[in-house]
């Protein structure tokens, strides 16, 4: 996998974009993530039903890979079952 890569959730509507990759199974919704998605959708497990958002960026604890949401859906994301987080925004300099 790299940079620029698509992936689609196999059990919800979650699509995202790789930004940064790094070591490990990307998931969503308990379920492996993949280029294209299956012809059946399994169910999303319950421990990761947070939801993802469009177009906002999850990474995880590390910062050694970065997802951005390119369709939202009910599962969320994991790292070879570890949930990932929204990254927060930089702050704005000041104008003093």
Do not use: H, N, W
């Not at 993530?33 to 177009?55: H, L, N, Q, S, W």
Request: aromatic fraction near 2%.
């Amino acid at each position: 996998m790299k940079p620029g890569t698509k992936l689609k959730s196999s059990v919800c509507d979650t699509e995202v974009m790789v930004i940064r990759v790094g070591e490990g199974d990307i998931e969503c919704g308990g379920a492996p993530m993949a280029e294209e998605r299956p012809a059946e959708r399994g169910t999303v497990d319950a421990a990761f039903a947070e939801g993802t958002k469009i177009g906002k960026r999850y990474v995880d604890e590390a910062g050694t890979i970065e997802l951005l949401c390119v369709k939202a859906g009910t599962g969320s994301l994991a790292l070879s079952g570890t949930a990932l987080r929204a990254k927060d925004a930089k702050p704005l300099p000041s104008s003093d």
